[in-house]
């Protein structure tokens, strides 16, 4: 086992707000954190954009900056707590005059552009649910969540528009207004240029009483089977993001933060926007894909003091070296977390070698809406670790008996799944139209992860893997299922079958296996054209790399596809448990 990272309190250069873990745990409670936060005025609720946003001003913070965007081109725009206040408040007067309701779905294509956090805090003003989508999507996975979620509103640019929405239109018959950000596109039924009508709205706006457990997001995830699930999250998961940003993430008053996620993940939302800015930070937005060099000039010049990034953005940047990294300084750094797949121990090591900090991993998922597991500032690292649950959590590793019950694993070292013990304020509230969906994720008032993980001896908790078939590539949590449905569009597949398969870098890679109809010939030139489809209608981080043909896919006695049979076979691992196996591929 890699040797524990011992931590010495003289290290510290802000003291941790976690700075004792047992004896926070022991007198945490969530009714004390509400002091966290404000609530809206005269006893209005809780407003998750009132906590991120207006609040602010009333502590003192109104000159200072709130977001701090780096554009692409080398642009740099610097929003204050009272500027963003304001043109969020324009937003919401916006939705307001176009007759969007409290409740109604805003949803968000767009890449890291000031637009996208202003319509996302606006809209919550508004109260409307907001989805963000990833910009990389391809037309296929947006219009399914489009149209799965109800999209009244759609805020994009015209080229996203252009290429991926013009054409799925009449899917979206409940689509009423589309934003554009960026050139003017007049004509089009429907369409509005943001500066048009957002610049012109008035920057008062008073936030209406918000039940804290109305719905505030919709964020969509991939399960093995069926369309994506949408996560319903209402808006007191807000205390959560402020307790993991104080506790997980260690936010102090004067930090500059950078969270490197896009916000079309639930990261990029809770801790890229919502987390940092409830505890009154500033949030830097890198619009930039990953380049290393450019991260570390980011780091340097923006003088990034907690750093929040992704273990294969981690590897890329350790497989160029720690000597590119020495080539800056970083002074005023002091804190780095990791989350989303698996961080290997030499990555945790890594960051003490290059940075002279090391990387604290941490787990969560969409549906918790917030950091779970973490390892803190003040607490012993053991590489390869996610850390320990968060104040306000109970986590536990169980078992399934046969008989839809779960048991609970007492002893230390032994692998199950991992649960956690309900409710907490940031968990979800349902899966979108999918009731029973949802309460399949729950027994006996423990939520089921479908993580696979082993706690030790001293309570750390340790990555296994997954119960279920979805796949993690790059970050990016992927449903065989959706991939497995762009393959069967075409004409030439008549099975298609999608697994994960481990990589170095990414964490895994998607692989299809297809089946072809007859009169189709598995040749490179249909590999291709394969590959390109789905490419086309998925978008690059969701489509296939690789593609094999077989000439019938393994399958159940009830039809389903047998992907771990496909991915033992593949892998030239055991085939375990064959007993449902029906039909098989001809080998
Ligand atoms: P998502 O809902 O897209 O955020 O993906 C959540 C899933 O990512 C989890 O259920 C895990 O399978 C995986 N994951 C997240 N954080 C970690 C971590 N620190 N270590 C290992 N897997 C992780």
Redesign the pocket.
């Known amino acids: 086992m890699e040797s524990i990272i011992r931590k010495a309190p003289e290290s510290f250069r802000e003291k941790p707000h976690l700075d004792n873990y047992d004896a926070t745990i022991a007198r945490f409670s969530w009714a004390q954190a509400e002091q966290l936060l404000d609530g809206l005025p005269n006893g209005g609720g809780l407003n998750m954009a009132h906590e991120a946003v207006d609040r602010h001003l009333q502590h003192g913070r109104g000159d200072k900056v709130a977001i701090r965007w780096l554009g692409k081109g080398g642009g740099r725009r610097e929003l204050s707590y009272a500027e963003l206040a304001r043109e969020t408040n324009r937003f919401a007067n916006a939705l307001q005059g176009l007759g969007v309701l409290p409740g109604e779905r805003v949803f968000l294509l767009l890449g890291r552009l000031p637009e996208l956090y202003l319509a996302l805090l606006g809209a919550l003003k508004a109260r409307c649910v907001v989805s963000p989508l990833f910009s990389a999507f391809g037309p296929e996975p947006i219009a399914t969540r489009a149209e799965m979620g109800d999209a009244r509103v759609l805020v994009t640019t015209p080229e996203l528009y252009r290429r991926k929405i013009q054409g799925l239109r009449d899917r979206l018959p409940g689509l009423r207004h589309v934003i554009v950000v960026g050139e003017a596109m007049a004509g089009e039924d429907g369409v509005h240029d943001w500066s048009a009508l957002v610049a012109p709205a008035s920057a008062d706006y008073t936030i209406a009483p918000t039940d804290r457990e109305s719905t505030s997001l919709l964020h969509f995830?991939s399960g093995t089977t069926g369309r994506p699930k949408g996560a319903v999250h209402v808006h007191a998961a807000v205390l959560a993001h402020a307790v993991t940003g104080r506790y997980a993430l260690d936010l102090h008053e004067n930090d500059v933060f950078w969270c490197t996620a896009d916000p079309g993940?639930?990261?990029g939302t809770s801790y890229g926007i919502l987390a940092p800015l409830v505890c009154g930070v500033t949030n830097v937005v890198v619009e930039a894909e990953f380049d290393a060099q450019t991260w570390y000039e980011v780091l340097q010049r923006e003088r990034v003091s907690v750093w929040y990034t992704a273990p294969t953005a981690i590897r890329m940047m350790m497989k160029l070296g720690a000597e590119a990294v020495k080539a800056y300084r970083f002074p005023a750094l002091r804190f780095m977390a990791?989350?989303?797949?698996?961080?290997n121990p030499e990555a945790v090591v890594w960051g003490l070698e290059a940075f002279g900090l090391p990387f604290h991993?941490?787990?969560?998922?969409?549906?918790t809406g917030g950091i779970m597991v973490s390892n803190y500032a003040a607490m012993d690292i053991k590489p390869g670790s996610?850390g320990r649950p968060l104040p306000g959590i109970t986590a536990a590793v169980v078992s399934r008996n046969g008989g839809g019950g779960i048991e609970l694993v007492t002893q230390p070292d032994v692998d199950g799944e991992l649960a956690l013990q309900t409710p907490w304020p940031s968990m979800m509230r349902g899966y979108l139209n999918e009731d029973e969906r949802y309460r399949k994720c729950f027994v006996d008032g423990w939520y089921l992860?479908?993580?696979l993980v082993r706690r030790d001896g001293d309570g750390y908790y340790w990555?296994v893997g997954?119960a279920d078939d979805?796949i993690?590539s790059a970050?990016?949590?992927i449903g065989p299922f959706e991939v497995e449905s762009a393959l069967l569009e075409h004409p030439a597949v008549a099975e298609a079958g999608v697994i994960g398969l481990p990589d170095p870098m990414v964490g895994e890679v998607v692989k299809a296996f297809v089946a072809l109809k007859p009169g189709f010939q598995p040749d490179e030139a249909l590999r291709r054209e394969l590959l390109g489809h789905a490419r086309k209608r998925l978008g690059a981080a969701v489509a296939p790399k690789q593609i094999d043909f077989r000439n019938s896919l393994p399958r159940t006695r009830s039809g389903k596809i047998m992907r771990r049979l496909l991915k033992a076979r593949e892998l030239g691992l055991p085939e375990g448990d064959l007993s449902t196996l029906e039909s098989d591929e001809k080998k």
């Open positions: 995830t993940w639930v990261t990791s989350v989303g797949e698996p961080l991993d941490n787990w969560w998922q969409t549906e996610m992860t479908g993580d990555f997954r979805v993690k970050g990016h949590l």
